[in-house]
């Protein structure tokens, strides 16, 4: 589902909101109310507040524990439609920059699983152990937000699709902000690894800069890595991973796989496929971070 993004509110109230609906986080994990039971299914249209409601909770989260600051796209228009990505306060100066990529759906900014965020933990569910674990390391880190490309209908500049809005980051904040020798690094998952795929088939002198990509299983295919120059098959090929469902242990290597009933290669992604030793889609985030 494409569009606006809930506006961001404090902690507290997001958590109100959520305790309006019968749950709260305690320790990152989802639990009713007065209560140590996790989620239980009551009927579609409560799930889908509780999802909202979830994914609002953890945008304050990017603030309050990731210690990021919000900014919104594009730059300089005070007006009109706008998408907000999150940037660490050492983006201009770090040395290296971690770039986070979502895929499609329900998710919102932060978030790999509305679903493992609800019933499993926002540790497994959300970017935060990532964006941690970056900080953690002296990375400059943006997370990026492609499934916001409208508000009420309109097209948000520059972000009308998710490629477009990998690309607009890449040209105003990466090339825009960040130390013009600093190396890039990208955590791709699902449709997020198919809009890395488009964007680098369109801005070959990206592939230069990019030095590593850990795809998580990404949907790009051989179409997308045909229409690659050299260099950035020679970055899928030597300088990237995809970390796919299977069952065998982390790091396996894995000629083909099944991913939400779709039947995979490593032939047609042109990178290295490797065991995340999970079958299921957005878990293979959180096992690529253990690797």
């Not at 524990?65 to 594009?74: C, F, H, N, R, Y």
Request: negative net charge; contains cysteine.
């Amino acid at each position: 589902t494409k569009g606006g993004c809930l506006k961001s509110r404090s902690a507290a109230g997001s958590m109100e909101d959520l305790q309006a609906l019968g749950y709260e986080y305690r320790d990152g994990r989802l639990l009713e109310v007065d209560s140590d039971k996790g989620f239980a299914f009551k009927d579609q249209a409560h799930y889908d507040k509780l999802a909202d409601a979830v994914l609002a909770y953890v945008t304050t989260l990017l603030e309050s524990e990731g210690g990021l600051t919000q900014i919104l796209l594009p730059l300089d228009s005070d007006d009109g439609p706008q998408c907000p990505v999150y940037v660490s306060d050492n983006l201009k100066e770090a040395d290296r920059v971690l770039l986070l990529i979502q895929g499609s759906g329900r998710v919102r900014v932060g978030v790999w699983g509305c679903a493992l965020c609800i019933n499993k933990d926002l540790q497994q569910g959300t970017m935060l152990p990532f964006i941690k674990k970056a900080l953690e390391h002296e990375y400059g880190v943006i997370v990026l937000n492609p499934n916001h490309n409208q508000d009420n209908g309109t097209a948000v500049p520059g972000s009308e699709t998710p490629d477009r809005h990998v690309a607009y980051v890449w040209e105003h904040l990466v090339c825009g902000m960040c130390k013009k020798d600093a190396p890039v690094d990208l955590i791709a998952h699902s449709n997020g690894g198919w809009a890395t795929l488009q964007f680098l088939g369109a801005h070959e002198d990206a592939a230069g800069r990019i030095d590593r990509i850990v795809f998580t299983d990404s949907y790009h295919s051989d179409q997308e890595v045909r229409n690659l120059q050299p260099a950035a098959i020679s970055l899928l090929r030597d300088r990237s991973v995809n970390y796919v469902p299977h069952e065998a242990p982390l790091g396996t290597p894995v000629s083909e796989y099944v991913s939400l009933g779709h039947h995979m290669t490593q032939a047609s992604k042109g990178c290295r496929c490797l065991s995340a030793e999970t079958l299921d889609h957005a878990s293979t985030n959180h096992a690529s971070l253990t690797a």
